[in-house]
Nanobody
Framework: QVQLVESGGASVQAGGSLKLSCAAS????????MGWFRQAPGKEREGVAF???????SYTDSVKGRFTISQDAAKNSVYLQMNTLKPEDTAMYYC???????????????????WGQGTQVNVSS
């Protein structure tokens, strides 16, 4: 059974930094594409950053140059380093994983089979 547990959310001021962590367990076939999504009140859940089985990363335009996704295979963890945070980054952040190894595909919400419970990030101006 795959489990994803996020941590690291907090309240920070604009311009600050946070590092989110996602501890993963239960992958049977190796490390799949994993991603971070976020959902602000009243908005759709959107993909933020992704890292595939091969270590290739991708980001939504609004976070490019500010956020970095990384992984630690030994710890079965994925991280999201968030710098120069803006109030519009305020959201619940979710870690997600696909079932199979390989690329991240279209990176849409429906492509991901497993989800964590979320960790809240609040950025004040």
């Amino acid at each position: 059974q795959v489990q994803l547990v996020e941590s690291g959310g907090a309240s920070v001021q604009a311009g600050g930094s946070l590092k989110l962590s996602c501890a993963a367990s239960g992958f049977t076939y190796g490390r799949p594409c994993m991603g971070w999504f976020r959902q602000a009140p009243g908005k759709e859940r959107e993909g933020v950053a992704f890292i595939d089985t091969y270590g290739s990363t991708s980001y939504t335009d609004s976070v490019k140059g500010r956020f970095t996704i990384s992984q630690d295979a030994a710890k079965n963890s994925v991280y999201l380093q968030m710098n120069t945070l803006k109030p519009e980054d305020t959201a619940m952040y979710y870690c997600a994983a696909r079932r199979w190894t390989g690329s991240c595909g279209s990176r849409s919400r429906s492509d991901f089979d497993f989800w964590g419970q979320g960790t809240q990030v609040n950025v004040s101006s």
